[in-house]
């Protein structure tokens, strides 16, 4: 039998990232692409001028909110893009390269994100 | 695991099992796996809205020029055309995030457990809200 | 409509064949049979060489699984009518070695069956004067969906991440596991955590929910695995929050 110690363990940290990303992504993002990408650039809604953008942004509430939209769906797709090359390719032997890349990434943008919102003058 | 070790001839009392390796290519044999195939890469668009929300907070961060830019880069054809498709992958995985969440909770009350669409109902009428605030927030004169 | 169905069969002998192939059997049609009506007439009249498993042909033995146009079925409940006048291909249950014709080994299967400790554990067995442990009816809604497993192997067929990893415990195994973890008679979750909260157990599921859609008796196998992962995870974060909390 697997009598391993019962240590402290990533997957469950990293099961929450993802679940918490995969709600703010399903609640959050699909109305703010729409108007971002596809509205505003048609012309179907006024685009976000340069001075409301900065007086958004002066919010601090508004700055932890963009970082929460930011951070945990990135923790959400790396985690499901390891998952879908791992037994996609089976590339199993690349396991811990994928794992790494993947969260690597979304560390690494949560912290540009983070730092972008908390230096915004 | 011995299961590994090539399959060895057969004998009386060792029978040769026929073990047929996955296909590379498993997810498009089937209409269910292609389908939760793309609902899995549906978090690349999502990652992709992310990158591009924080290339929209550096350009404000940088001046109404590099504002500007970000907003004629939007209007490129292509780049217009990535956001229509990443549209369409966000709003599956909505879709299939809120059904897929009811079944991963049991939720009981008075000892029975509540039906999935009592659970994913609210959910989706709470997008709907959402959806509609931040789209009056983002929108008003 | 025609009075016979074509049958395209797949077949392994171990002493010949380096690779299963089909043969055709045509056999009548009938509107009560089922496929493994067909399988029975086919070994009784035409070919006694074919092989495979069943016993009680009422959905409740578990053993008749296999593929039946590639789709994991009980051949006891699934009618030729709802195929003709087409063919029908039978093959035995995918992700699982193939012993012979539409035999599979299963020996994989039992051994993580037995890891998941599938019995009542109590810290103290009470003494048979005491009488039986009690529980009410809503005590035993809280487990009696995963209970309904027959152990046919279909949600194993159906499971990508099975047949990529052959070290991932499994649909079956896994809710087998809760079935007594949600047992008001059971104290033994803390036993099965250590095998249950593996990479290769819950962890390395990612709830594609082919194996609740292929279960004959809607034991809903996907959903107990996710309501795990949230039991472990919340599990976990009283770990990092109450490090001093009793284990």
Not at chain 2, 94 to 116: D, E, H, Y
Request: hydrophobic share 45%; net charge positive.
């Amino acid at each position: 039998m697997d009598a391993q110690p019962t240590k402290l363990r990533i997957e469950p940290l990293l099961w929450l990232l993802f679940s918490a990303g995969g709600g703010v992504a399903a609640f959050f993002i699909p109305i703010h692409l729409f108007i971002l990408g596809i509205a505003a650039p048609l012309g179907l809604t006024k685009a976000t001028d340069y001075a409301s953008a900065t007086a958004f942004l002066a919010f601090p509430i508004v700055r932890f909110y963009l970082f929460v939209l930011c951070s945990l769906p990135l923790f959400h797709a790396a985690h499901r893009i390891r998952y879908t090359l791992y037994d996609g390719l089976q590339i199993k032997h690349l396991n811990e390269v994928i794992a790494a890349c993947c969260y690597g990434g979304a560390v690494l943008g949560t912290v540009i994100a983070g730092y972008l919102l908390w230096s915004f003058q | 695991m011995k299961s590994s070790v090539a399959t060895p001839p057969y004998t009386l009392n060792h029978p040769r099992w026929y073990r047929k390796r996955v296909s590379t290519y498993w997810w498009l044999l089937r209409w269910e796996y292609l389908r939760f195939v793309l609902r899995e890469i549906s978090s690349v668009f999502v990652a992709w809205f992310v990158v591009l929300t924080i290339v929209q907070i550096y350009a404000v961060s940088r001046g109404p020029d590099a504002y500007a830019e970000f907003q004629d880069f939007l209007k490129n054809p292509f780049v217009l055309a990535l956001n229509v498709i990443s549209f369409f992958f966000v709003v599956f995985h909505s879709i299939t995030w809120f059904n897929l969440s009811a079944r991963a909770m049991a939720i009981r009350i008075g000892g029975k457990r509540v039906p999935g669409f009592l659970i994913s109902g609210p959910n989706f009428a709470a997008w709907l809200v959402i959806s509609a605030l931040i789209a009056w927030l983002l929108l008003r004169e | 409509m025609a009075d016979t169905i074509k049958l395209e069969i797949s077949r392994y002998s171990p002493e010949t064949d380096a690779a299963p192939h089909f043969q055709s059997f045509e056999v009548p049609f009938r509107r009560d049979w089922v496929v493994l009506d067909a399988l029975n007439y086919i070994k009784d009249k035409q070919d006694g060489s074919l092989t495979y498993r069943w016993s009680c042909r009422m959905g409740i033995c578990g053993s008749c699984g296999m593929l039946v146009n590639g789709e994991p079925k009980l051949t006891c409940a699934t009618f030729l009518a709802d195929y003709a006048p087409a063919s029908i291909r039978v093959e035995p249950l995918r992700n699982f070695p193939i012993v012979r014709d539409l035999v599979i080994a299963m020996n994989d299967f039992m051994r993580k069956f037995q890891k998941m400790k599938p019995w009542l554990i109590r810290k103290e067995e009470k003494p048979v004067s005491e009488g039986e442990y009690l529980q009410t009816p809503e005590q035993l809604d809280a487990y009696k969906q995963f209970s309904m497993c027959i152990n046919c192997m279909l949600c194993y067929a159906a499971c990508p991440v099975y047949g990529l990893d052959p070290l991932f415990a499994g649909p079956a195994a896994i809710a087998l596991a809760q079935r007594y973890n949600l047992d008001s008679r059971d104290q033994g979750a803390k036993d099965r955590f250590p095998v249950l909260s593996q990479h290769d157990a819950i962890w390395g599921c990612t709830f594609v929910g082919e194996c609740t859609r292929v279960c004959p008796k809607h034991v809903d196998p996907a959903g107990a695995i996710q309501q795990y992962k949230l039991t472990a995870a919340l599990d976990w974060v009283k770990s990092v929050v109450m490090p001093w909390g009793g284990k």
